[in-house]
């Protein structure tokens, strides 16, 4: 199971729809296994950090503020972002991550 929430600002929070992605990314692991993501998108310094927590997985992404401002596409944006990163997951089946990514990414491009 993949739940998708965000940290966001007045400008990014109209560009970036958590119920959208939600729905995109809901398969990205397996049903039995809880991976929670924050998307950071703020114009002030955030990390990238992934952490384990009572058999939970989550994951902050930070997304580059000025390209989610400026793209046409931005769940390709965060496709390309969850990929690059997906490696650190080492709790989860990254390989599966990582092709699921790519089918997605190929079908928003």
Known sequence: MVSIN?????????????????????????????LGITLVARDRPFADKM????????????LPYDE?????????????KLYEQADKLTWLDTESIKQKLELKMMEMA
């Open 51 to 62: 952490w384990k927590y009572n058999g939970k997985i989550y994951w902050q992404v930070v």
């Open 6 to 34: 965000a940290n966001l600002d007045l400008k990014t929070n109209e560009v970036v729809e958590t119920g959208r992605l939600n729905e995109k990314f809901a398969d990205l692991c397996l049903e039995e296994e809880t």
């Open 68 to 80: 989610v401002l400026s793209t046409e596409n931005i769940d390709l944006l965060i496709a390309q």
